[in-house]
């Protein structure tokens, strides 16, 4: 998608967590400037397993194009994806999630073990790992790390600072080391998603020595564990990266990765064509084809992971019978053949993609177009000729996305407005409840954990951003038990129990709330020069940059 997934909120939480898109370009940086990509190659992948080692082969330099940077890197502070994937490869966490598989794996931590109660973590170090800036890798980085996290008032956060495990930091009763290699972690309320959640930009970890030295400026100067070492970065322009000769599982075969901005879609693709740019997941889905055709770069088949949604805000809209006639009248097939140009799936699974586990083709009804019974809801509310209004992002596959649903809505009895949004400014508008046009919001969702908290506990949670900001659902009645149930759900183990009550719990947001319409289930579409190998396509494709196994 660009993703301009989500500024959101945790279940829980109070605090906004990032969203994992482009449209969190929180503070307008997108705008700054085009930046075109020049030096040589790159790719993305990777996993954490120990058998990973660099080839010893190759060398050069790697160039993927990014939505945006800001020239500030720092896991606890959500710019623009771009910056996140550098985060991504400077730093490594206690866990990590390959995306070739969903399931969390050491990293960091070698072990760990948990109680019955399923309330105390204890995580053993890897003994050894050294940090970019020669310091070895004990307890106390991992507290300053995730203390920072957990607190707002932390002094190396900086101004505005989003921390994303912030409303996991709520729930944690104590976070302490037992040794120089043994972190423990209690929780108020057992939470089987702890381990998935240390996996994300926010459990990254940071030399404490860093930190202490640059406090807030961090972000300038991240020191981690990663593949590749903070080099240099232009606010606009480009972040590049040199390979770590002590990283943990070998030295990269590459020598330096940069990550250059490239905002026109055009430029994308003469890019990728020409060699300036090695790879990308921002490639224009109307490109697939001719790319298709072309033997110089290598167009992936990636999981669907991702979702296209439509917001609805029940204070604009109150009624449920309009809401529904809403969903019923958009033409998924359309969206998908003329906004996403193939490239995506009907959300038969309403929320849950494809690609996760808790995915039931039980919910397709949920995401079924009816035009009939989309007049007979709008007749029975008496709304016929009331006007309707659509924003949307400005970019990728959202203006088409608006034009198809303001011609549904027109076809069942609404008058329509619509409005195009500079990427830049779009998540703020989103959180503007008295903005003109935030009757429907069109946007999406990406994952950056690969579970069904991630996709339906953060947009069906009533204190979560969906649930309050953007669609007003916390002014409904029951959506109190809504979130117990979300709390429970979670807390399942993997398998046919969870799945039916998110199942559960979905059809019931659904059909009693209707406050979020899912357009299609989609992948950010990977591209790559011919002679750029072993890419982790499916992490690249939720915006995650693995690198320490990519070569040209």
Same mark, same amino acid.
């Given at each position: 998608?660009?993703?301009?997934?989500?500024?959101?909120?945790?279940?829980?939480?109070?605090?906004?967590?990032?969203?994992?898109?482009?449209?969190?370009?929180?503070?307008?940086?997108?705008?700054?400037? /085009?930046?075109?990509?020049?030096?040589?190659?790159?790719?993305?992948?990777?996993?954490?397993?120990?058998?990973?080692?660099? $080839?010893?082969? *190759?060398? *050069?330099?790697?160039?993927?194009?990014?939505?945006?940077?800001? %020239?500030?890197?720092?896991?606890?502070?959500?710019?623009?994806?771009?910056?996140?994937?550098?985060?991504?490869?400077?730093?490594?966490?206690?866990?990590?999630?390959?995306?070739?598989?969903?399931?969390?794996?050491?990293?960091?931590?070698?072990?760990?073990?948990?109680?019955?109660?399923?309330?105390?973590? +204890?995580?053993?170090?890897?003994?050894?790992?050294?940090?970019?800036?020669?310091?070895?890798?004990? $307890?106390?980085?991992?507290?300053?790390?995730?203390? =920072?996290?957990?607190?707002?008032?932390?002094?190396?956060?900086?101004?505005?600072?989003?921390?994303?495990?912030?409303?996991?930091?709520?729930?944690?009763? $104590?976070?302490?080391?037992?040794?120089?290699?043994?972190?423990?972690?209690?929780?108020?309320?057992?939470?089987?998603?702890?381990?998935?959640?240390?996996?994300?930009?926010?459990?990254?970890?940071?030399? &404490?020595?860093?930190?202490?030295?640059?406090?807030?400026?961090?972000?300038?100067?991240?020191?981690?564990?990663?593949?590749?070492?903070?080099?240099?970065?232009?606010?606009?322009?480009?972040?590049?990266?040199?390979?770590?000769?002590?990283?943990?599982?070998?030295?990269?075969?590459?020598? =330096?990765?940069?990550?250059?901005?490239?905002?026109?879609?055009?430029?994308?693709?003469?890019?990728?064509?020409?060699?300036? /740019?090695?790879?990308?997941?921002?490639?224009? #889905?109307? %490109?697939?084809?001719?790319?298709?055709?072309?033997?110089?770069?290598?167009?992936?088949?990636?999981?669907?992971?991702?979702?296209?949604?439509?917001?609805?805000?029940? =204070?604009?809209?109150?009624?449920?019978?309009? =809401?529904?006639?809403?969903?019923?009248?958009?033409?998924?097939?359309?969206?998908? $053949?003329? %906004?996403?140009?193939?490239?995506?799936?009907?959300?038969?699974? #309403?929320?849950?993609?494809?690609?996760?586990?808790?995915?039931? +083709?039980?919910?397709?009804?949920?995401? +079924?177009?009816? /035009?009939?019974?989309?007049?007979?809801?709008?007749?029975?509310?008496?709304?016929?000729?009331?006007?309707?209004?659509?924003?949307?992002?400005?970019?990728?596959?959202?203006?088409?996305?608006?034009?198809?649903?303001?011609?549904?809505?027109?076809?069942?009895?609404?008058?329509?407005?619509?409005?195009?949004?500079?990427?830049?400014? #779009?998540?703020?508008?989103?959180?503007?409840?008295?903005?003109?046009?935030?009757?429907?919001?069109?946007?999406?969702?990406?994952?950056? /954990?690969?579970?069904?908290?991630?996709?339906?506990?953060?947009?069906?949670?009533?204190?979560?951003?969906?649930?309050?900001?953007?669609?007003?659902?916390?002014?409904?009645?029951?959506?109190?038990?809504?979130?117990?149930?979300?709390?429970?759900?979670?807390?399942?183990?993997?398998?046919?129990?969870?799945? %039916?009550? #998110?199942?559960?719990?979905?059809?019931?947001?659904?059909?009693?709330?209707?406050?979020?319409?899912?357009?299609?289930?989609?992948?950010?579409?990977?591209?790559?020069?011919? &002679?750029?190998?072993?890419?982790?396509?499916?992490?690249?494709?939720?915006?995650?940059?693995?690198?320490?196994?990519?070569?040209?």
């Amino acid at each position: 998608m660009p993703d301009r997934s989500h500024g959101s909120l945790s279940p829980g939480s109070t605090t906004p967590e990032v969203s994992r898109r482009t449209m969190l370009r929180g503070a307008g940086l997108l705008g700054v400037g /085009v930046g075109f990509g020049l030096p040589a190659l790159l790719s993305a992948c990777g996993a954490a397993a120990d058998d990973a080692e660099g $080839s010893g082969k *190759g060398g *050069g330099t790697l160039t993927l194009a990014i939505d945006a940077t800001s %020239a500030v890197n720092d896991p606890a502070f959500y710019t623009s994806l771009g910056d996140w994937m550098a985060v991504d490869c400077i730093c490594r966490g206690l866990t990590f999630i390959s995306f070739e598989t969903n399931e969390p794996t050491p990293d960091l931590a070698k072990s760990w073990k948990i109680s019955d109660d399923q309330l105390t973590y +204890t995580f053993a170090l890897r003994e050894g790992v050294k940090f970019h800036d020669g310091t070895t890798l004990t $307890s106390a980085d991992v507290l300053a790390s995730l203390g =920072r996290q957990f607190d707002e008032n932390d002094k190396t956060l900086p101004k505005g600072g989003t921390r994303p495990l912030a409303s996991l930091g709520t729930n944690v009763a $104590s976070l302490t080391a037992e040794d120089d290699l043994t972190v423990k972690m209690v929780l108020k309320q057992a939470d089987r998603t702890v381990l998935g959640r240390l996996s994300d930009i926010g459990g990254r970890i940071i030399s &404490k020595a860093a930190l202490e030295k640059y406090g807030a400026d961090i972000g300038k100067h991240l020191v981690g564990t990663g593949p590749f070492a903070f080099s240099s970065a232009t606010s606009g322009q480009a972040i590049t990266l040199e390979a770590f000769d002590g990283f943990r599982l070998g030295r990269p075969p590459i020598d =330096r990765l940069v990550l250059r901005q490239v905002q026109d879609p055009s430029a994308i693709v003469s890019s990728l064509l020409s060699g300036d /740019v090695s790879a990308t997941q921002f490639t224009p #889905y109307s %490109a697939a084809d001719q790319l298709r055709g072309d033997d110089s770069v290598t167009v992936y088949d990636t999981p669907h992971s991702a979702d296209a949604i439509m917001m609805i805000d029940a =204070r604009r809209i109150p009624e449920i019978k309009v =809401r529904k006639a809403i969903n019923l009248a958009v033409d998924r097939k359309a969206i998908l $053949s003329q %906004a996403f140009f193939g490239m995506g799936s009907e959300p038969k699974g #309403y929320t849950i993609p494809p690609a996760q586990n808790g995915y039931d +083709t039980a919910l397709a009804d949920l995401s +079924t177009q009816n /035009v009939a019974q989309a007049k007979r809801l709008v007749t029975e509310a008496g709304a016929g000729g009331r006007t309707i209004r659509i924003m949307a992002a400005s970019d990728s596959w959202h203006p088409k996305a608006a034009q198809i649903i303001a011609q549904n809505l027109t076809d069942v009895g609404f008058k329509v407005e619509t409005t195009s949004v500079d990427p830049a400014t #779009y998540f703020g508008r989103l959180l503007d409840p008295d903005d003109k046009f935030h009757d429907l919001m069109i946007w999406e969702r990406n994952t950056y /954990v690969p579970d069904a908290n991630d996709m339906v506990g953060a947009m069906a949670s009533p204190t979560g951003i969906y649930g309050s900001a953007i669609t007003g659902m916390d002014t409904l009645d029951g959506v109190d038990s809504l979130a117990d149930d979300l709390f429970a759900a979670k807390n399942l183990p993997d398998g046919k129990q969870r799945t %039916a009550a #998110y199942t559960k719990i979905q059809r019931r947001w659904a059909e009693e709330y209707m406050v979020l319409s899912m357009l299609a289930c989609f992948t950010n579409l990977v591209v790559s020069g011919s &002679k750029v190998k072993d890419m982790n396509t499916s992490a690249l494709s939720n915006h995650r940059c693995y690198m320490e196994k990519a070569s040209v």
